[in-house]
């Protein structure tokens, strides 16, 4: 065992000494960049006769292309089934004047893409300090979207609703509608 510890103990002894030297020793130095002075020789241009060009047709504004009322072509069939009401269930009850947001989960069932030519408007009840049109959220054939309508409860209390329809661009109203029923409590 005493054997073992005299083996150790010169690496112990010059480790540290290693270690010290090379950090003591000088660090070299960044040369730094100095640009070239002079450029180097180009070549002179060549001398070419010029290509002959013939000129441009004169301009004729076309007009733009129209787009259509709705993203698919062809005849398609709208319509809107309600899934579920993501906030606010029927006969919530709120403070008056409270603000509410509410969503409701809808598929769209129809053939037809809703894009911003599509509405959401109020059918009855009370619109409930909303706009009495929105957009409809944009939508695919056959995927689901949240209908989101910020609304303001009245001051006095008792039970309110508020319906509201979808709308194609034709005008026409489509689909089930959606609800809003609370009840303002104090």
């Known amino acids: 065992m005493l054997r073992l510890t005299l083996r150790v103990r010169p690496c112990l002894i010059l480790l540290p000494?290693?270690?010290?030297?090379?950090?003591?020793a000088p660090q070299p130095t960044s040369?730094?960049?100095?640009?070239?002075?002079?450029?180097?020789?180009?070549?002179?241009?060549?001398?070419?006769?010029?290509?002959?060009?013939?000129?441009?047709?004169?301009?004729?504004?076309?007009?733009?292309?129209?787009?259509?009322?709705?993203?698919?072509?062809g005849v398609c069939a709208n319509d809107l089934t309600?899934?579920?009401?993501?906030t606010f269930d029927d006969n919530t009850s709120?403070?008056?004047?409270?603000?509410?947001?509410?969503?409701?989960?809808?598929?769209?069932?129809g053939t037809c893409n809703w894009?911003?030519?599509y509405r959401l408007k109020w059918v009855g009840g009370s619109p409930l300090g909303a706009a009495e049109e929105q957009l409809l959220y944009p939508a695919r054939a056959g995927a689901q979207a949240a209908?989101?309508?910020?609304?303001?409860?009245?001051?006095?209390?008792?039970?309110?609703?508020?319906?509201?329809?979808?709308?194609?661009?034709?005008?026409?109203?489509?689909?089930?509608?959606?609800f809003m029923k609370i009840v303002v409590s104090p």
């Open 17 to 24: 000494i290693i270690f010290f030297a090379q950090a003591c």
């Open 31 to 73: 040369t730094p960049f100095r640009p070239p002075t002079a450029l180097p020789p180009t070549k002179p241009l060549s001398t070419t006769t010029p290509v002959p060009v013939a000129p441009l047709a004169p301009f004729t504004p076309q007009p733009a292309p129209t787009a259509l009322a709705t993203a698919t072509t």
């Open 82 to 86: 309600f899934v579920d009401d993501i």
């Open 94 to 109: 709120v403070l008056p004047n409270a603000s509410m947001d509410k969503q409701w989960l809808v598929q769209n069932s």
């Open 115 to 117: 894009d911003a030519s």
């Open 147 to 178: 209908l989101r309508i910020l609304f303001t409860a009245p001051a006095e209390a008792g039970f309110y609703e508020s319906a509201w329809q979808a709308y194609g661009p034709d005008g026409s109203a489509f689909g089930d509608p959606v």
